[in-house]
C-alpha cells in the first residue's frame, strides 16, 4: 500500500456510540493531521502530531479524542457525538517542515 | 477575519481552455506557505502547487502555475489547457508560522467539452 489510508470510508453512528476512524501513512512522514470538512466551510484543522507529540488541538471538543501510538498511525476517537459532528474527516501527513500535505481519501461520518 | 478568501464559488472552462482561480490570503507573518489542492467527488485532496512567501518566481507544475502577487496577497492558480479531469473543487491554502494551515472554502471547477 502506498500514500495515506483511511478506515472505515462511512461510518454511520447514533449518538450514544463509540466508535475509531484510523488513518495510516506509507510515506515515512513525521507529521500527521486531522481535519474535518463540513459542506460550504473552509477545512477545518483538529489536530496536530509531530513525532508522535500533539502540538495542535484547535479548540475541539473533548468527545473527538486523537491518538498517535507511532509516525504512521493517527486514530481519532469519538464519542457520544452530536448531528453536526456529521462531515467528511480526512487525515493528512507531512514530512518535516510541512510543505505539502498528503491527504487520505477521508471518512464519511454521519451522526443519527 | 478570514485567512484564505476564494471568491468564486462555482466556474466553467472549455476544454482545452485555460482557467484562473482566484485566491486571496491575509497574514502579518513574512513567512508563509501557500498552496492549491484539488479535491475530486472521490474526496481525497490532491496537492497540486507549493509558492514560499520568498521565492522569487511564480511556482509551476506541469498545466498548473500561481500567479503570485505578494503586494495584493493574491496567489491564483492558473490551469493551462483544461481536460476534462480537471473538473472537482480546488482549495487554496496557506501555512504561516507554526502549525496552522488555513484553508479556503474551494472553487467548483467544470470543464466543459
Known amino acids: 500500500e502506498t500514500g495515506v489510508t483511511q478506515t472505515p470510508r462511512h461510518l454511520v453512528m447514533g449518538m450514544t456510540n463509540k466508535k475509531s476512524l484510523k488513518c495510516e501513512q506509507h510515506l515515512g512522514h513525521n507529521a500527521m493531521y486531522w481535519y474535518k470538512q463540513s459542506a460550504k466551510k473552509p477545512l477545518e484543522l483538529m489536530f496536530v502530531?509531530?513525532?508522535?507529540?500533539?502540538?495542535e488541538n484547535n479548540s475541539v471538543p473533548s468527545r473527538f479524542s486523537p491518538e498517535c501510538p507511532n509516525s504512521s498511525h493517527l486514530f481519532l476517537h469519538l464519542h457520544t457525538l452530536q448531528p453536526e459532528d456529521s462531515a467528511l474527516y480526512l487525515c493528512?501527513?507531512?514530512?518535516?517542515?510541512?510543505?505539502?500535505?498528503?491527504f487520505g481519501p477521508g471518512t464519511r461520518l454521519t451522526v443519527t | 477575519a478570514q485567512k484564505i478568501t476564494q471568491t468564486q464559488p462555482g466556474m466553467f472552462v472549455q476544454e482545452k481552455e485555460a482557467v484562473t482561480l482566484d485566491c486571496t490570503y491575509d497574514t502579518s507573518d513574512p513567512s508563509y506557505g501557500l498552496f492549491w489542492y484539488k479535491q475530486p467527488s472521490s474526496g481525497e485532496m490532491i496537492f497540486l502547487i507549493y509558492q514560499g512567501s520568498y521565492d522569487q518566481q511564480n511556482a509551476t507544475e506541469g498545466r498548473y502555475s500561481l500567479n503570485f502577487q505578494k503586494a495584493r496577497k493574491s496567489a491564483n492558480l492558473v490551469i493551462s489547457a483544461s481536460q476534462l479531469g480537471d473538473s472537482a473543487m480546488y482549495f487554496c491554502?496557506?501555512?504561516?508560522?507554526?502549525?496552522?494551515?488555513?484553508f479556503g472554502t474551494g472553487t467548483s471547477l467544470t470543464v466543459i467539452p
Open positions: 502530531y509531530n513525532f508522535k507529540e500533539q502540538t
Open positions: 491554502a496557506m501555512k504561516d508560522t507554526g502549525n496552522q494551515f488555513y
Open positions: 493528512a501527513s507531512s514530512q518535516g517542515t510541512p510543505l505539502e500535505q498528503y
